[in-house]
């Protein structure tokens, strides 16, 4: 069976010394595109644009610092704790969406206290747009032939010519498609049913699915840690599973009638 090599370039635009990669300009791309979402949906509540600079910058800092003191804790803690400077190398890579999803949960817990705003009401918005985040960062991911998966022989098998020439699951595309369709799923049903549920119901949504797709893909997915666990489940997995039970939780909290 033939499969599809990927051989792009990781690099978008070089000037000189100056190399710009297609992961910054996604990873930028879906920030952008958050702030557009969260625009729309204070234009439709009738809110103020203008508080939405600081909740801006309140997002950014907790999704960058938490996603890579989650990288280094999570991963790889025994070569951070040796070298602690290194945590603050983020241009040589290393960034975890579950470090990023407790970072903004912070940050936002932050931002209500100064501002006054419930904070189950907050979470439900960013939610949505977050799961578009994440659908641009997995395609960051597969443009730089990174967090790949175990090899394959089966029809989605893709062969990641900068890692090896062996077919692998393309678990980047299988996250990032997946969230996609669920960033879609949750803005129809804000769009058109958001009246029906109470305030968590959004936010607890959004960490039953993400997570359960991550913690399905992990299942063909290399290992991302720098140790093993003894117990048939990754470390990605693991760190799921307590999103999981509070997106539960929310659910179960947020049902009206």
Same mark, same amino acid.
């Given at each position: 069976?033939?499969?599809?090599?990927?051989?792009?370039?990781?690099?978008a635009?070089?000037?000189?010394?100056?190399?710009?990669? *297609? /992961?910054?300009?996604l990873?930028?791309a879906?920030?952008?595109?958050?702030?557009?979402?969260?625009? *729309?949906?204070?234009?439709?509540? &009738?809110?103020?644009?203008n508080?939405?600079?600081?909740l801006?910058v309140y997002?950014?800092?907790?999704?960058?610092?938490?996603?890579?003191?989650?990288?280094?804790?999570?991963?790889?803690?025994?070569?951070?704790?040796?070298?602690p400077?290194?945590?603050?190398?983020? *241009?040589? &890579?290393?960034l975890?969406?579950h470090?990023?999803?407790? &970072?903004?949960?912070?940050a936002?817990y932050?931002?209500?206290k100064?501002?006054?705003?419930?904070?189950?009401?907050l979470?439900?918005?960013?939610?949505?747009?977050t799961?578009l985040?994440?659908?641009?960062v997995?395609?960051g991911?597969?443009?730089?032939?990174?967090?790949?998966?175990?090899?394959?022989?089966s029809?989605?098998?893709i062969v990641?010519?900068?890692v090896?020439?062996?077919?692998?699951?393309?678990?980047q595309?299988?996250?990032?498609?997946? /969230?996609?369709?669920?960033?879609?799923?949750?803005?129809l049903?804000?769009?058109?049913?958001?009246?029906q549920f109470?305030?968590?119901?959004?936010? &607890?949504?959004?960490?039953?699915?993400?997570?359960?797709?991550?913690f399905?893909?992990?299942?063909?997915?290399?290992?991302?840690?720098? /140790?093993?666990?003894?117990?048939?489940?990754t470390?990605?997995?693991?760190?799921?599973i307590?999103?999981?039970?509070?997106?539960?939780y929310?659910?179960?909290?947020?049902?009206?009638?």
């Open positions: 069976m033939h499969h599809f090599v990927w051989s792009a370039n990781p690099i635009l070089s000037f000189g010394p100056l190399h710009v990669f *297609w /992961y910054g300009i990873f930028a879906a920030i952008l595109a958050g702030l557009e979402f969260m625009k *729309w949906v204070y234009r439709s509540e &009738g809110r103020n644009l508080e939405l600079d600081t801006f997002i950014v800092v907790g999704i960058v610092v938490g996603a890579r003191l989650g990288h280094c804790l999570f991963y790889e803690p025994d070569f951070y704790l040796a070298h400077l290194k945590i603050f190398a983020v *241009w040589e &890579g290393g975890a969406s470090g990023g999803g407790l &970072g903004v949960i912070l936002l932050l931002y209500c100064k501002y006054k705003l419930r904070y189950l009401w979470l439900d918005r960013v939610a949505i747009p799961a985040f994440g659908f641009f997995r395609m991911n597969f443009m730089n032939s990174e967090i790949v998966g175990k090899p394959t022989e029809l989605f098998g990641f010519s900068r090896d020439m062996i077919p692998r699951h393309p678990t595309l299988y996250e990032g498609i997946s /969230y996609l369709f669920i960033f879609l799923f949750l803005t049903l804000f769009k058109y049913k958001k009246e109470g305030e968590g119901f959004f936010f &607890g949504a959004f960490l039953l699915l993400i997570f359960s797709v991550r399905l893909v992990e299942f063909v997915k290399t290992r991302q840690a720098d /140790y093993s666990l003894d117990i048939g489940l470390t990605g997995q693991l760190l799921s307590p999103f999981l039970l509070f997106g539960i929310l659910l179960f909290r947020a049902k009206k009638g």
